[in-house]
């Protein structure tokens, strides 16, 4: 009588569990979360459990590794690494059913082929040395695909597992296959998710820089073919006009051709650096020599203070940052302005800001703008072509000297671009 009644009693709180477990398993806890839940739960009903462990197959290490743990010191028994046919996790496996080890012999038989290491790292996990008296070991199984085993062990020498356990430590194997199946699904429709999105992008890329190439490829055609109609004889101010224009736009092509070029390069990590001690003061005021002849409207001013330290860089791939943020300044700055470019010493590193008072970016533009790719969306409609390469290139190159970029801009203020650059270990004096 007494024997129905606990045995009723076991079977109702091991249905309790079970509903338990089945509800952990379809709430949206991460996996190691949800195996650390459905481990706690197991506590509570299996009696004789003194320590639990789901050890799962690690393909590529060809081992058997815990991924959740009760009673057990996880900090070491993480460590632990069974091979496939290694003590009762091998075994279970390979056998492919729940399995009871009702006497400390059979235990110790099953377990005999332990490796030294991982015996080790067992007695240490429950702070003793002792073999467990009884243990029953599940496999973690859904359809064809196996995952790892499921065992508890009793370990002090009280009532030993019965067969009457089996089924609910089997049930809740399975609980686990099913959550490890759900969550290794959900990682590869992530994975499809992500492609499908990179192809998107990819697309929208090529079509955008389809675009931009176009527009410069249709105004030399089109001054071209003026330039070249029979019955129009063109005054020879107008025909340099067009010339000027054409070559105009050639250079415009050139420069998004190189931009793109670069940025693949970039892509594929061949950014190769020839860095050497640069003064920074005087090349800036070289690039900025450079950029003043391309434009009429603008003012552009270079302030470094004196004693300004030398920078270990690649002067050809700087030469590229300072350009494509200068490009930039005066590109969005169409009323014209002021363009300072500013050197700043600090402990380590200096820092070159450029600043311009363009049309300036909005915040939520400012975080993306250092994507490949992003332009703003004017919301004045007019167009000014880019194909939002300059400053994910600019970053590239930066960011390989070990320096940092960042921006800061107002809405019809203007825009300041900063960078960082190393120190070089060679002092002024020395050169
Ligand atoms: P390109 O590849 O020819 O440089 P782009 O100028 O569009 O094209 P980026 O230099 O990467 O590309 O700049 C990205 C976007 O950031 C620009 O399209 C522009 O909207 C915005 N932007 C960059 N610099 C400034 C600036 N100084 N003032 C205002 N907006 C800017
Ligand atoms: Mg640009």
């Known amino acids: 009588m007494l024997a129905t009644q606990n045995g009723q009693e076991r079977l109702g709180k091991e249905l309790h569990a079970l509903t338990e477990v089945a509800k952990t398993i379809t709430s949206p806890l991460e996996l190691p979360e949800l195996l650390d839940a459905v481990m706690k739960k197991i506590i509570g009903v299996v009696e004789q459990a003194d320590v639990g462990v789901a050890m799962l197959w690690d393909q590529p290490a060809g081992l058997f590794r815990p991924a959740a743990t009760f009673g057990f010191d996880m900090d070491v028994l993480k460590d632990m690494g069974l091979r496939a046919g290694e003590s009762i996790t091998g075994k279970v496996y390979d056998e492919g059913r729940a399995t009871l080890l009702p006497t400390p012999v059979e235990v110790a038989a099953a377990m005999a082929d332990m490796r030294p290491y991982n015996r080790d790292i067992f007695n240490r996990s429950i702070h003793a040395d002792v073999s467990p008296n009884s243990v029953l070991a599940a496999p973690i199984v859904v359809g064809e695909q196996k995952y790892g085993v499921l065992v508890l062990e009793s370990l002090n020498d009280t009532i030993p597992f019965t067969q009457a356990n ?250 300041t671009l900063y960078f960082s650059l190393p120190k070089s270990k060679t002092s002024l004096e020395d050169v």
Request: charged letters at 30%; aromatic letters at 6%.
């Open 166 to 415: 089996l089924p609910f430590v089997q049930t809740l194997a399975d609980l686990i296959a099913l959550a490890i199946d759900r969550d290794r699904l959900e990682t590869q429709a992530d994975a499809v998710r992500e492609s499908r999105r990179t192809e998107h992008l990819r697309a929208e890329i090529m079509a955008t820089l389809s675009h931009e190439l176009r527009m410069p490829l249709s105004a030399i055609k089109g001054y071209s073919s003026a330039l070249l109609l029979d019955e129009v004889e063109w005054p020879i101010e107008k025909q340099k006009e067009f010339l000027t224009l054409i070559e105009d736009e050639c250079d415009n092509m050139q420069v998004m051709l190189k931009d793109i070029l670069d940025s693949s390069l970039i892509e594929v990590e061949q950014l190769a650096l020839e860095k050497q001690p640069l003064r920074l003061p005087q090349f800036a005021n070289e690039v900025a020599t450079d950029a003043q002849r391309r434009t009429d409207n603008h003012r552009i001013i270079v302030d470094f203070p004196p004693d300004f330290p030398l920078v270990e860089v690649d002067p050809r791939w700087i030469k590229q940052v300072f350009r494509n943020i200068i490009e930039n300044a005066i590109r969005y700055s169409p009323e014209g302005g002021l363009i300072v470019i500013r050197g700043e010493i600090r402990t380590i590193d200096v820092v070159i800001s450029i600043a311009d008072q363009g049309i300036g970016i909005s915040p939520e533009d400012l975080i993306p703008i250092f994507e490949k790719y992003f332009r703003v969306r004017s919301a004045t409609g007019y167009h000014i072509a880019g194909t939002g390469l300059g400053l994910p290139v600019a970053r590239a190159i930066v960011e390989a000297h070990g320096g940092r970029i960042w921006v800061e801009s107002k809405t019809g203020e203007g825009t």
